[in-house]
């Protein structure tokens, strides 16, 4: 780690809103495969990703040095902060992704490196992620109720072994908090995702919260169902609704609003940036 939790928490634009006007961001799609069936989820690669959008879509798959290669470039232009990694498929499932993490944090030390992870694999490859210099992570987290997690979750993929059913969601709740409280206690900064499905996760986002604040996490973030995957024929959440949970939300741990469910291969240069190429993708 190379910078302060506050100082880093000032300049993260998922962290704190106003440093989207000073601090841009690119995420690095290296990580295709995927370890856990969310049901919520839809991976889409290639000219496909256009039509899907948000997390999990990404034009093209990136190797390593193919991914460095494109940072050096925008860190040229002067206004790049951070860079994470965030799929299209789960991080912490690729081994390209610690590689990568490496090339970045030896060309760009000065770089704040993100990742978002499901917490599935998080306990087991926090040595590794610090030793590859990571600064912020963010684990989704919907639930603290494995009946809930079973609504979720088809499959995971647990030491190597596909598993299916209310066990294996057990197993998936219990990896991402251990994980979760692990990240936490080896100083990263930490946000907690959770994603808003009305009749299943809604009431349970606040207990969420309350004990992601507990363990130490810095952010919780509270993201609308898209409705796709296995849950395409379910309705998102109202805008009353989202506001609600993040109000329930907020007397435990702080909320950030500001999410704009980005692609995996997502361009965000600062909002304040004059001349500096618009939000995009790369293809
Ligand atoms: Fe990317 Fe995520 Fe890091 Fe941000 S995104 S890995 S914390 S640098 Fe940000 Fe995009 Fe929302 Fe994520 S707007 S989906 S919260």
């Known amino acids: 780690m190379k910078l302060h939790t506050h100082v880093l928490l000032e300049h993260h634009p998922c962290y704190t809103e106003a440093a989207r006007d000073d601090s841009g961001r690119m995420h690095l799609a290296v990580a295709p495969q995927c370890n856990l069936g969310c049901r919520y989820c839809e991976r889409a690669i290639g000219a496909h990703a256009n039509l899907i959008g948000g997390p999990g879509a990404a034009g093209r798959v990136l190797t390593p040095a193919e991914a460095a290669t494109r940072v050096d470039g925008l860190y040229a ?11 299209p498929g789960e991080p912490l499932a690729n081994s390209a992704t610690l590689e990568t993490l490496h090339l970045v944090h030896q060309a760009h030390p000065d770089l704040i490196l993100c990742l978002s992870t499901n917490g599935l694999e998080l306990e087991a490859t926090l040595p590794e992620l610090l030793d590859a210099g990571l600064d912020s992570l963010t684990v989704t987290i919907n639930t ?24 294996a969601a057990a197993e998936v709740l219990s990896r991402q908090w251990r994980g979760l409280a692990a990240a936490v ?82 361009i965000v240069p600062p909002l304040g940036a004059k001349g500096h190429v618009p939000c995009g993708t790369f293809g």
């Open 77 to 87: 232009e002067g206004w790049l902060r951070v860079v994470g990694i965030a799929g």
């Open 144 to 167: 603290t109720h494995p009946e809930t997690a079973a609504q979720l979750y088809d499959w995971a993929v647990i030491e190597g072994d596909r598993t299916v059913g209310p066990l």
């Open 185 to 266: 206690r080896a100083g990263l900064l930490v946000k907690v995702n959770s994603v808003l499905i009305p009749g299943i996760t809604d009431t349970d986002v606040e207990s969420v919260a309350q004990r992601a604040g507990a363990i130490g996490a810095h952010r919780h973030n509270i993201m609308p169902l898209i409705p796709r995957g296995r849950m395409r024929d379910r309705c998102a959440p109202t805008p009353d609704e989202l506001e609600h949970a993040r109000n329930q939300c907020e007397r435990w741990l702080p909320q950030f609003r500001a999410c704009t469910q980005c692609r995996a291969d997502a």
